[in-house]
């Protein structure tokens, strides 16, 4: 019989050798591909670990340096991101004779602009709230004229380094529609990065650790379950996102924002806002702490317009949260955001890389690729807190000021914006804690989700005027 089957192989042109290893081998690729996951993720563990130790070392060091960090990380993603439209130009200009004058001088100097606006801006105002720094706010004085005269010779250098050929202009124009585009998302989106910094280190961090657990989990979950539970896509730019992965990444992120927000409000280092522009490494921070971080009992649907308080009062619900951070509330409905919205950061990245037709930004970081694979996500969340702090915090306080102010007209209640390092009336008057006993204090539980300090006062209605003068916003 064995004679037979060595027959019967020979006739067919292969051995029971090469059966044997022909069975062996899907084995074999299959032992390969393990081999090389398990390695992939441990590279990729690593270097997050990396990342995040380095993150929390510039934490600890202080506002100044974190804001080095971001000038530092906003120049690498835009390095990065020049450098793929860079590729495709060396292309074209070996195949079309496509050479633009000035290519990445250009991309650089408007890169410079923005930067010089975005930061310079911060300093300034920085500078003119406090007394202190009055001789770096009279250096930066001309700070947007100086801006205009640098966006003016941008702009005609750009203008008159325009060929001629119909072609060419079409093609430096998506150059320049490009770089407009770049500077947007890694300047315009990080605006009022260095005001939530100093407004406090906390509602940088606490966001920006969200978007990670966010990408880690969603990353482990699509690992260890991606296309075992449903097999369809979840977005065609980039088929290794899965729904599982989108879904346990939301979960995991709103039980890490629940519990870390709750426990880094107890720092005062986080919560108290930097008043001073120091070189110094982790320089004391120390205040009272605001009412949005300390523990009290809400109505979740208390500060809702009436027909939503309705429902829930019409049935009997209970909607009153005892014993709770405010900000806990804030920083879950900024987790939605950072698992809801930020991470189509990351799927526009993806588009980027699929249209220039690389995998990778750069290769920077072990298991991760460059900068930009990891920061897309960080930059448009970075825009939504500041956008929820003015909005949902520094806007309650005003609405809920004028509400009182229309009701006690011969009262004064000032919104002490200095625990959020906003400065909205004179610095001579001390308003760095609330005066208890004051008896306008009224719908405290209504109030707790911003920063107010109360005092009663008389007949200085100019000084009132002059404090609300200025926006809400300002440092």
């Given at each position: 019989m064995s004679e037979i089957r060595q027959r019967n192989a020979s006739a067919k042109g292969t051995t029971p050798v090469d059966t044997a290893t022909n069975n062996l081998a899907p084995a074999g690729e299959a032992v390969k591909k393990a081999e090389s996951k398990s390695r992939k993720i441990l590279i990729r563990g690593i270097s997050s670990i990396a990342?995040?130790?380095?993150?929390?070392?510039?934490i600890w060091a202080g506002a100044f340096y974190l804001c080095l960090m971001i000038v530092l990380l906003q120049a690498l993603v835009f390095r990065e991101l020049v450098r793929v439209r860079y590729?495709?130009?060396?292309?074209?200009?070996?195949?079309?004779?496509?050479?633009?004058?000035?290519?990445?001088?250009?991309?650089?100097?408007?890169?410079?602009?923005?930067?010089?606006?975005?930061?310079?801006?911060?300093?300034?105002?920085?500078?003119?709230?406090r007394s202190s720094m009055q001789w770096l706010n009279k250096i930066f004085t001309m700070h947007e004229w100086i801006t205009f005269v640098l966006f003016s010779f941008a702009f005609i250098l750009s203008i008159l380094t325009l060929r001629p050929n119909k072609e060419m202009i079409r093609y430096q124009m998506g150059h320049l529609a490009w770089t407009v585009v770049t500077i947007v998302l890694v300047v315009g989106q990080m605006f009022h990065s260095p005001n939530?910094?100093?407004?406090?280190?906390?509602?940088?961090?606490?966001?920006?650790?969200?978007?990670?657990?966010?990408?880690?989990?969603?990353?482990?979950?699509?690992?260890?379950?991606?296309?075992?539970?449903?097999?369809r896509p979840f977005l065609s730019l980039s088929p290794n996102k899965t729904w599982e992965g989108f879904v346990g990444g939301f979960f995991s992120t709103m039980v890490f924002a629940y519990v870390v927000s709750d426990y880094?409000?107890?720092?005062?280092?986080?919560?108290?806002?930097?008043?001073?522009?120091?070189?110094?490494?982790?320089?004391?921070?120390?205040?009272?702490?605001p009412p949005v971080f300390v523990p009290t009992d809400i109505d979740l649907v208390g500060v809702a317009p009436d027909f939503v308080q309705l429902p829930f009062k019409e049935l009997g619900w209970n909607t009153v949260v005892s014993d709770i951070r405010p900000v806990t509330l804030h920083m879950l409905l900024i987790a939605v955001v950072a698992s809801l919205v930020a991470p189509f950061g990351g799927f526009m990245a993806s588009a980027i890389k699929r249209a220039n037709n690389v995998k990778d930004f750069d290769s920077v970081i072990p298991g991760h690729g460059g900068f930009t694979d990891r920061f897309d996500c960080q930059?448009?969340?970075?825009?939504?807190?500041?956008?929820?702090?003015?909005?949902?915090?520094?806007?309650?306080?005003?609405?809920?000021?004028?509400?009182?102010?229309?009701?006690?007209?011969?009262?004064?209640?000032?919104?002490?914006?200095?625990?959020?390092?906003?400065?909205?009336?004179?610095?001579?008057?001390?308003?760095?804690?609330c005066h208890r006993g004051s008896g306008v204090a009224r719908g405290a539980s209504d109030a707790v989700l911003c920063?107010?300090?109360?005092?009663?006062?008389?007949?200085?209605?100019?000084?009132?005027?002059?404090?609300w003068s200025s926006p809400l916003w300002e440092i």
């Open positions: 990342l995040i130790s380095g993150f929390i070392s510039v590729a495709r130009y060396e292309n074209d200009k070996r195949e079309k004779d496509a050479n633009v004058p000035l290519f990445r001088t250009l991309q650089w100097f408007w890169f410079a602009v923005a930067m010089f606006f975005l930061w310079g801006d911060f300093v300034h105002v920085f500078a003119k709230r939530t910094v100093y407004t406090g280190i906390y509602w940088f961090i606490v966001p920006a650790f969200c978007v990670i657990v966010n990408d880690m989990s969603a990353y482990a979950f699509g690992m260890a379950l991606g296309k075992k539970i449903t097999s880094a409000a107890q720092f005062n280092f986080l919560i108290c806002p930097t008043e001073v522009l120091t070189l110094a490494v982790h320089p004391d921070q120390s205040c009272s702490p930059m448009l969340i970075a825009l939504y807190v500041a956008i929820h702090y003015k909005t949902l915090v520094l806007g309650y306080v005003h609405r809920a000021y004028n509400n009182y102010r229309r009701s006690h007209p011969y009262e004064t209640w000032w919104c002490g914006g200095f625990v959020f390092g906003h400065r909205g009336i004179p610095q001579d008057i001390s308003y760095r804690r920063n107010i300090v109360t005092v009663v006062s008389f007949g200085i209605g100019d000084i009132l005027r002059y404090a």
